[in-house]
């Protein structure tokens, strides 16, 4: 077993210490062999879940693993690999320490040949690969890959990226950045099991993607940042439950959901130049969360089939909306608020503070009333506030309008002063509130919002509530 240990090591070139190296590491091993009253509860959990601890660290780390204790020798060879590629070492900064953890591209065809266990995660990254297809046509026919869980690959050139296209079709994670998706990539691809998918930063054709998505039968998440699109990005998907885009450039970007019949969440990040991004939601039936949505129609257009959201155009299906306002302008929030009649849950998120110019905007009118604020709107929370005139006006109508109003939050930075809050109370008119069970809380962060997190409206610690 030592002999074998050894060779695997050597092919996985791992450089760990023989199992019986002398010094402290070993000690402690033979020490752990001997005594089992020694406290190493770990060494008692199941082989299998040992070997998927082991399996999340990178292959060299999971190889010096068999240094620990006999207990944990065996367990290498059978733990799922988790393999990195490379043509050259990541880079290094000062002060970081360097990682030493991947494995050369030449011992790869090694570790396959020798490792009885199945392959959980391979990661490539190499640019200007050359001939590294080859290599991978090889590694992809390996009884080690069979059933490869997690795909991670970059900059690979076209051939390099059709070999493991084509060849992953086990695939439950994949992650594709920094390629060309064009019309070379040939013939059809099937993913019956993915169920996540990432593409960051890929240049891909409307063509291309269609058929990639087509071949994904079990999709559930998909992430799209910063892709280049030749003509719009159409997304058709019976399965899929949440779309994430983000679209930080000046290049115009048209996303269209064709035909998503379980998709729940829309997920917009960075979407905020000027006529960049366009949304069309054509169906997509049961759609319940959305947003960050910018307030100002013309940077962000939201259609539902071939007519655009309105309060005749409506969102029925729509639970949880996050907006950022353009220059805290009360009407326009309102005037979307009417596009989703049932919304039950909103995010303001307020950018810096600018000067505004005084401008009078129209008050509630009563006898035109929003239907949400009327029956359904249950909860608001305020993210960036930091308590200026604008701002308080911004909230204390939801105060004194939203009638079935159970929860508002105020997500203030840690500078903010806990004596103001009774201030603010009084600013807020709170004894007028439309709900009389209404809650209110300031929650303190010392981040900056970001906005990819929106989504999961994490929670912060609270200086000040006031309950009815």
């Known amino acids: ?49 040992l070997g998927t601890v082991i399996s999340l660290l990178p292959t060299k780390d999971g190889g010096r693993t068999q240094a620990l204790s006999r207990r944990w020798r065996h367990l290498w060879l059978s733990a799922p690999l988790n393999l990195e590629v490379r043509n050259r070492p990541p880079r290094c900064f000062p002060g970081v320490p360097a990682l030493t953890s991947v494995v050369p591209r030449a011992a790869i065809s090694e570790i396959l040949s020798r490792h009885p266990g199945p392959t959980r995660r391979l990661y490539i990254n190499c640019p200007r690969s050359g001939f590294l297809f080859f290599w991978a046509q090889e590694w992809f026919q390996s009884r080690a890959l069979a059933n490869l869980q997690e795909l991670d690959i970059s900059h690979a050139n ?48 409307e063509h291309v993607l269609h058929r990639l998505l087509s ?61 960049c991004v366009t949304v069309r939601v054509i169906s997509a039936p049961n759609l319940k969360i959305l947003g960050p949505f910018l307030v100002v129609v013309s940077k962000l257009l939201l259609f539902q089939g071939i007519s ?18 353009s220059g805290d302008k009360l009407l326009a ?51 960036s506030f930091q308590g200026y005139r604008r701002q308080v006006e911004f909230a204390r109508f939801f105060v004194l309008n939203a009638k079935v109003l159970d929860k508002m939050e105020f997500e203030v930075y840690n ?30 962060t010392s981040m900056p919002i970001n906005m990819s997190m929106i989504s999961q409206w994490l929670p912060f610690r609270p200086i000040h509530r006031v309950d009815a």
């Not at 503070?353 to 709107?377: A, G, K, R, T, V």
Request: net charge negative.
């Open 1 to 49: 077993m030592e002999k074998e240990a050894a060779a695997w090591a050597a092919a996985a070139a791992a450089a760990a210490p023989a199992p019986e190296s002398h010094g402290t590491a070993g000690k402690w091993a033979r020490n752990s062999d001997c005594d089992e009253t020694a406290g190493d509860f770990i060494s008692r959990l199941p082989d299998d879940i």
């Open 158 to 205: 076209s051939p390099l990226l059709e070999t493991v296209l084509h060849s992953a079709s086990t695939i439950l994670v994949a992650k594709i950045s920094h390629c060309d998706l064009s019309e070379k990539i040939e013939p059809c691809m099937n993913f019956p099991l993915l169920k996540k998918l990432t593409l960051f930063y890929i240049s891909i054709s």
């Open 215 to 275: 071949g994904c039968h079990a999709l559930e998440s998909l992430y799209m940042a910063e892709v280049r699109a030749a003509g719009c990005l159409r997304v058709s998907s019976p399965t899929i439950t949440t779309i994430i885009f983000r679209h930080s450039s000046s290049e115009k970007a048209e996303l269209v959901i064709e035909d998503a019949p379980c998709l729940l969440r829309l997920l917009l990040t960075d979407c905020n130049r000027d006529d």
């Open 308 to 325: 655009s959201v309105s309060s005749t155009n409506s969102m029925h299906t729509l639970k949880v909306l996050a907006l950022k306002p």
């Open 333 to 383: 929030v309102l005037n979307i608020l009417r596009w989703f009649p049932c919304l039950e849950k909103l995010c303001i998120i307020f950018h810096k503070h600018y000067e505004m110019h005084e401008e009078n905007e129209p008050q509630y009118d009563p006898l035109h009333p929003i239907e949400c604020l009327e029956s359904h709107l249950k909860k608001v929370v305020f993210k």
């Open 415 to 444: 500078h903010y002063r806990s004596e103001m809050v009774a201030y603010q109370y009084r600013l807020l008119q709170v004894e007028n509130r439309a709900s009389r069970h209404a809650r209110f809380e300031f929650r303190t």
